[in-house]
């Protein structure tokens, strides 16, 4: 890790002194998307200021993000805003362990730059890490999946789990979600040599979470909405649908779960392959283009998961077998399908 970039900082870090929180934003090429997300730092940081630190560090971007940043921390010099500037692109693992080895909050929280806070929800958290609370906190984003299959109520807030209740899977499996996870810093920087044979699977931050859980018997959840995941995310997603969302996160299952967290997300690991597969059989996963890549995607799925991979051979054989131009056609068909067995068992209406 290149220990020689200098940090740039406002006033209000300009000391040596830790903070309660330190919220940690790798970024790159995504000037715009960071812009929103600082100038709404800017006024959540208000009523906590001299307790959070943002910590920035811009993965060598060529779109005006150094610039841009320099200019907003002129304008922000009260606010505790420290910046680095990357000589070279590192990729974005490495950047992200950058900013925790370098965290200077007594707890960290990585949010992507297409992310968005929760208006109010800074000032709770911060409340909550004040309280000596467990190393790790695990809070509710919107607009991810993960989340959205946890039932939340109005007046939800924090609470403490214990690692062996059978929800414990569920928001284990949210805390792949990079922006879900608050964790006292020191853990963190104990567990990145340990995670760092997984920085390729691009969950190396999620194997921490699985070590933590595996390593204490409570953690605390906030269910109130805290985060937008990728609310300003413009484009195509850069992670690969399969490569990455899936087979990234079964390695990781795979190499750091035992029991009884294993056998917790063990459902939530082949409904997520499950899903792969049935993208890949639509023709939409952007990283299996030929029948090399799905026999390949294939075989590392077998080897992960064993028999129970056979459950999707259906939908790998279609990948497989199916021209491209046919693969969309038969994706809508399974769909239709699926909704008037629903609709017939008494569910919804098929339309």
């Known amino acids: 890790m290149n220990s020689s970039v200098p940090a740039h900082r406002t006033n209000g870090a300009s ?6 929180l330190a919220i ?9 998307q960071l812009l929103k997300l600082l100038g709404q730092l800017g006024q959540e940081l208000g009523p906590v200021a001299g307790r959070v630190i943002v910590q920035i560090s811009n993965n060598a ?55 968005l806070l929760v208006a109010g929800a800074l000032e709770r958290i911060v ?15 919107v607009g991810i999946s993960e989340w959205e299959t946890i039932p939340w109520g109005p007046e939800s807030g924090f609470s403490i789990i214990n690692t062996c209740e059978p929800k414990a899977g569920d928001y284990a499996m949210a805390a792949s979600f990079l922006a879900s996870v608050v964790v006292e810093s020191e853990e963190w920087k ?105 026999a390949w995607a294939w075989v590392q799925g077998w080897r992960l998961l064993g028999w129970r991979s056979y459950s999707v051979l259906p939908f790998a054989l279609a990948a497989f077998l199916v021209p491209n131009r046919m693969q969309t056609a038969l994706y809508r068909g399974y769909r239709a399908l699926r909704r008037r067995l629903r609709w017939s068992a008494g569910g919804a209406s098929p339309t």
């Open 61 to 115: 971007s060529r779109d005006g993000t150094d610039e841009a940043v320099h200019a907003f921390m002129a304008e922000h010099e009260n606010l505790a805003i420290e910046y680095f500037q990357q000589l070279e692109n590192i990729g974005p693992i490495r950047n992200l362990h950058f900013l925790v080895e370098r965290s200077r909050g007594r707890f960290s929280w990585a949010i992507g730059d297409d992310d």
């Open 127 to 141: 409340a909550f890490v004040l309280e000596a609370p467990p190393n790790l906190l695990l809070v509710r984003a």
């Open 190 to 294: 104990r567990l990145l040599p340990i995670v760092e044979p997984l920085r390729d699977t691009a969950y190396s931050n999620w194997a921490a979470v699985i070590l933590l859980l595996q390593a204490s018997e409570v953690f605390a959840v906030c269910d109130d909405p805290c985060v937008h995941g990728n609310a300003s995310m413009v484009g195509p997603a850069r992670i690969l649908s399969y490569h990455v969302l899936v087979l990234g996160r079964l390695r990781v299952w795979n190499s750091l779960a035992v029991f009884p967290l294993r056998e917790a997300l063990l459902g939530h690991m082949l409904q997520l392959y499950r899903s792969g597969w049935v993208m890949a059989a639509a023709g939409l996963a952007n990283d299996l283009p030929s029948k090399a890549s799905v």
């Open 24 to 32: 940690l934003v790798p970024t790159f090429e995504r000037k715009s």
């Open 15 to 20: 000391t040596e002194q830790t903070f309660a």
